[in-house]
């Protein structure tokens, strides 16, 4: 069946370094795909998303890459922050379902 | 924050009592969904809703009833809580191909 998940559960770096979070998703058919933040006692929040007729997509300090050959994505967070210090998981789709597949989260702490 | 709020934010109850969570939203988004997070399973969707009195079970609805008489509201209810509902219980709704959630219900199931 479809899943997605993360290679690493944590992750820490020291502030201003760049941070990459990876997700390998299972389902070849997935043409969407999501990631999230989610702070201590919060909701998950929305970063960026990426379709699959792309490879890569950025955002303020966020790029998304997306491999569809190997079915890897990652976050990139450039001159990563303490305020970013968070659990990030991804999300990935098929042919425009409203159901999401969520990956367990990888929890990056940065060190000042 | 999409517009959408869940209440009660935290609850404590009794096994076999019934529980009922609120989920409120402002944009008329037609889907919505309820999901739980607990560690080590990320998020797990319980039902999700197409739009007035139209609802469908998710992956882990057993224990679970769902209810939405109009737009703005999604109602969880737990008929008969156990402790294995234990859990943070977060609302979704759908904008396009992306969600947007709710800040959470903590339950707590003694």
């Known amino acids: 069946g479809e899943s997605v998940g993360l290679h690493l559960p944590t992750l820490s770096v020291q502030e201003g370094d760049n941070s990459i979070i990876n997700c390998a998703y299972s389902?070849?058919?997935?043409?969407?795909f999501i990631w999230y933040k989610q702070e201590s006692g919060k909701g998950p929040q929305f970063i960026i998303d990426?379709?699959?007729?792309?490879d890569k997509r950025q955002g303020q300090r966020v790029t998304v890459l997306l491999n569809k050959t190997v079915k890897h994505l990652s976050l990139q967070i450039a001159a990563t922050q303490p305020g970013d210090s968070a659990v990030y998981f991804c999300?990935?789709?098929?042919?425009?379902?409203?159901?999401?597949?969520f990956g367990k989260g990888t929890k990056l702490t940065v060190n000042p | 924050d999409a517009g959408i709020t869940q209440s009660p934010r935290h609850k404590v109850t009794e096994t076999g009592t019934p529980v009922t969570l609120r989920c409120h939203q402002t944009?008329?988004?037609?889907?919505m969904y309820w999901y739980r997070q607990d560690p080590g399973h990320g998020l797990r969707l319980i039902h999700y809703?197409?739009?007035?009195?139209?609802?469908d079970k998710g992956e882990v609805s057993d224990g679970y009833s769902v209810s939405r008489s109009k737009t703005e509201d999604f109602l969880l209810t737990l008929e008969s809580a156990t402790s294995s509902q234990t859990s943070v219980y977060f609302c979704?709704?759908?904008?396009?191909?992306?969600?947007?959630f709710g800040p959470g219900t903590r339950l707590t199931v003694l």
């Open positions: 944009e008329n988004h037609r889907y």
């Open positions: 979704a709704i759908s904008e396009s191909e992306s969600q947007y």
């Open positions: 809703s197409y739009g007035v009195k139209d609802t």
């Open positions: 990426i379709r699959s007729n792309m």
């Open positions: 999300a990935d789709s098929q042919g425009g379902s409203e159901k999401l597949v």
């Open positions: 389902n070849s058919a997935s043409d969407y």
